[in-house]
Each structure stands twice: as C-alpha cells, then as structure tokens.
C-alpha cells in the first residue's frame, strides 16, 4: 500500500482517480488546486504524487517545481491535457517521473503508477547475483 496525492481540478476524473486507487489497496488524498497540493506535500508523506498541469492557484509546472527542490526522488506522474509535445517535455525536464495526456486509460494510469512505485523502491544498486528479470 503507498500513501497517493492526486491533484486534479477536473471533480469526476479526481473521483474516478481517488476509486481506481482505492480499489487497488492504495491511501488517497486529493487536491483540487495547486496551493493546496503544494501545502500537502509539505505537511504529508507521500509514495508518489499524480499532478494535473492545468491547476488554479499554482499550476503542475510550479508545484512540480517546488516539490523537485525539496524532494528530488519522490515520484511525480503528471497528466496534461494538450497533447502538445511542448508540455510533455516541459514537464519531464522539470522533474517528472511519467506523465500521460488526457483522456488517458486508468488502468494505463494505475499500471504507470504502480511501475513508478516498484522503481522507487528498487536499491539504488540491483545486486548482480539476482537473476534479471
Ligand atoms: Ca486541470
């Protein structure tokens, strides 16, 4: 089980976000704007963070930001709904971990999440006598 913060503004897709991770044994909270994401995350310990780009108050790029220089490991999947390359790119480049563009799948979404989770928790070294698998 990881400790999720989803922020999204967009009220259906975050409840749909809250249930899909519910259901798969994970603890939510949720933001619905970036001030109170970024208050979150300063005040909570999260296993990985699921950021709209496209947020009131503070957008995805500013709390990514902020969160990036505090927390440089903590994984970060972003959701952006122009499916321009230009924020994909901006979005990575500013630290994030994945990202998806809207409309997106949840079981895709869910799969990114749970694959960001396994990769945190890896050693920073595998140990070379396990078999790759
Ligand atoms: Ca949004």
């Not at 259906?12 to 208050?39: K, N, P, Y």
């Not at 409309?103 to 396994?118: I, T």
Request: with cysteine; charged share 20%.
């Amino acid at each position: 089980m990881a400790h999720l913060l989803i922020a999204e503004d967009d009220e259906l897709l975050r409840d749909s976000l809250r249930t899909i991770f519910t259901q798969a044994g994970h603890e939510v909270s949720t933001c619905v704007d970036g001030a109170l994401a970024w208050a979150a995350i300063q005040t909570e310990a999260f296993d990985a963070v699921v950021l709209d780009l496209g947020l009131p108050h503070l957008d995805g790029f500013q709390v990514l930001t902020r969160l990036r220089q505090r927390w440089p490991t903590l994984p970060v999947l972003i959701l952006t709904a122009r499916d321009g390359v230009e924020d994909r790119v901006a979005g990575l480049n500013a630290g994030a971990d994945d990202y998806l563009t809207k409309p997106f799948n949840l079981d895709e979404l869910l799969a990114r999440v749970q694959a960001m989770l396994r990769r945190a928790n890896l050693p920073a070294h595998a140990n070379p006598s396990l078999p790759v698998a």
